[in-house]
C-alpha cells in the first residue's frame, strides 16, 4: 500500500518537478505565413504586400522533457473564379474556407542570449470547406484526403515535412521567423531515402508571436 501511494505521490509531483527545472512549457500565440516561396527569383514586391498572399491563425507550443511538441492552424478564403446569377461566389475546387497547418516534433538549442534555434519534422495537416459545409481532411499533401481512400492507404501516404524556427525569448514573450519545406514526398508507402530531401520549390516563410504561460 505504500508502495502505491508512493508511485502516485511521484507522478503527481512529476509536472511540479518539470516546471520548475523548465522542462516543460507551454505557449500560445498567432502566426502569419507568406502562402509563395520566398526565395523564387519571379517573387514581385506586389506579391509580398498583397494580403491574399498572407494567412494568419494560432500556434501552440509545448515542451515536455526537452521534446517540443508544437501545432498551428492557418485559415484563408478559398479563391473566388466566378459569381452566380444569384450574386452568390464561385469558388475554385469548390473550396470555400482553407485551414491548415503542420504538427512537429522535434528539439531546440540555444545559438545566443534569449535566442534558440528549432528544427522539428512532421505532416502537414488541413481541411477544406466547402460553400455547402461539407470538410474533407487531409494530411501530408492536399491529394492525401481521408475519405478518398482506405484508412491505412491514408496513413501511409502522410508525407514528412519539416520546419527550422529562430525565436527571441522576451521573458514570457518569443517573437520567431520559421521556414517550413514539405520532403519530397517521404511517406511510410514510399519510404525510398532520396525523398527524405526537402523540396525546396514548397518552401514558405512565416512569424509567429507567443505568450507564455509557464
Known sequence: ??????????ILLLPSLSWASGLFSLGFGSINQFQIEPFNPG??????????????G??????ILGIQLDGYMLIQQGK????????????EDDVAQRLFGMVSVGFSTEVAAFT????????LVGFDVNPG??????AGSEDNVHN??????FFANITAAYRMRLDLNLGGFTIGVHYQVPSLGFSYAHPELALLEPDWSKGKVGASFITSFF
Open 80 to 91: 473566388i473564379i466566378d459569381v452566380t446569377e444569384q450574386g452568390k461566389p464561385v469558388f
Open 1 to 10: 500500500m505504500k508502495k502505491l501511494v508512493s508511485f502516485f505521490s511521484l
Open 58 to 63: 494560432g500556434e501552440l507550443r509545448s515542451r
Open 116 to 123: 534558440r534555434l528549432s528544427i522539428a519534422a512532421g505532416p
Open 133 to 138: 459545409f461539407h470538410i474533407n481532411f487531409w
Open 43 to 56: 517573387l514581385h514586391q506586389a506579391q509580398v504586400i498583397d494580403v491574399h498572399n498572407w494567412a494568419t
Open 148 to 153: 478518398q481512400a482506405t484508412l491505412s492507404e
